[in-house]
């Protein structure tokens, strides 16, 4: 089993930055995509930025120039770099993987519990 688990969120003020956190543990062969999702109260979960093995990333157009994701292959750990946050910001962040595992070397959706980022002065 794979667990993904996420820190760095909270409170922080409009312009301000926060970098989130996720490191997968368990057992696996690879790790393929690792993306951050969000998800605002009455809204649908939408794609933040996800970012491949091999480093090509892709961030949605709300956040292009202020996020920036990265990964740390030998850490299985992806991050978010928010900076110049808004209150539009405001969302639970869930981290996503997808793992591949060491017996049928099968692909499989992961997601962390979420994380709480508010952006409010």
């Known amino acids: 089993q794979v667990q993904l688990v996420e820190s760095g969120g909270g409170l922080v003020q409009p312009g301000g930055s926060l970098r989130l956190s996720c490191a997968a543990s368990?057992?696996?062969?690879?790790?393929?995509?690792m993306a951050w999702y969000r998800q605002a109260p009455g809204k649908q979960r939408e794609m933040v930025a996800a970012?491949?093995?091999?480093?090509?990333?892709n961030y949605a157009d709300s956040v292009k120039g202020r996020f920036t994701i990265s990964r740390d292959n030998t850490k299985n750990t992806v991050y978010l770099q928010m900076n110049s946050l808004k209150p539009e910001d405001t969302a639970v962040y869930y981290c996503?993987?997808?793992?591949?595992?060491?017996?049928?070397?099968?692909?499989?959706?992961?997601w962390g519990q979420g994380t709480q980022v508010t952006v409010s002065s």
């Open positions: 996503y993987a997808d793992v591949i595992d060491t017996i049928w070397h099968r692909s499989s959706s992961y």
């Open positions: 368990g057992s696996f062969f690879r790790i393929e995509t």
């Open positions: 970012i491949t093995t091999g480093g090509t990333t």
